[in-house]
């Protein structure tokens, strides 16, 4: 039975349409070979929006192809991110109001409200970013527009750099604020 499903909308940069399908469609037989995996579809929307589609019966077997954490920490943050349904499926806790073009677009907006303001935080600022997380060129940027920021890279991190690597993390933190 089918108890998680992902949803991903990818836009294309102006021109590189042709490379973006190459590599979603390229990837179908990889994505297969994946533990847990039932159905994994690529698909083409529009000019250069593509989709993925993925199915898969076991979260911790999903998860666990793109996470470096040990099984129970990976138990712990499943638990913490999924919610039983009355008939034995699993999904997402997290706002499903974020599946939404609309909301995201808003959201998106919004941070960039923000980035004028950024100058005015003179106090020293540490910018996390994890290796398999923000890139390298949008932390140098972020960076930039803070007048007293400093930038550290996690290894071995993704989006929940503190519990993908909380060690190395906390040496950072630790190392910040010595001086």
Not at 59 to 73: G, H, I, T, Y
């Amino acid at each position: 039975m089918v108890s998680l499903g992902l949803l991903v909308r990818l836009e294309a940069k102006p021109g590189r349409e042709s490379d973006v399908e190459k590599f979603l469609f390229g990837g179908r037989d990889l994505a297969l070979q994946e533990s847990g995996t039932q159905t994994w579809y690529a698909f083409r929307m529009g000019s250069g929006e593509f989709g993925i589609f993925d199915t898969f019966d076991d979260a911790l077997a999903r998860a666990r192809a793109f996470s470096q954490k040990d099984d129970e920490r990976l138990r712990t943050s499943l638990r913490r991110s999924l919610r039983q349904l009355p008939d034995g499926r699993w999904t997402w806790k997290r706002d499903q109001r974020s599946l939404d073009d609309r909301h995201f677009d808003a959201v998106v907006h919004d941070a960039h409200q923000l980035v004028p303001g950024l100058s005015a935080v003179t106090c020293p600022t540490l910018v996390v970013r994890a290796e398999h997380g923000m890139s390298a060129p949008d932390t140098a940027r972020l960076c930039a527009a803070l007048p007293a920021a400093t930038s550290v890279t996690i290894a071995n991190a993704g989006h929940n750099v503190h519990s993908d690597n909380p060690a190395d993390l906390l040496d950072a933190i630790k190392r910040f604020l010595s001086t």
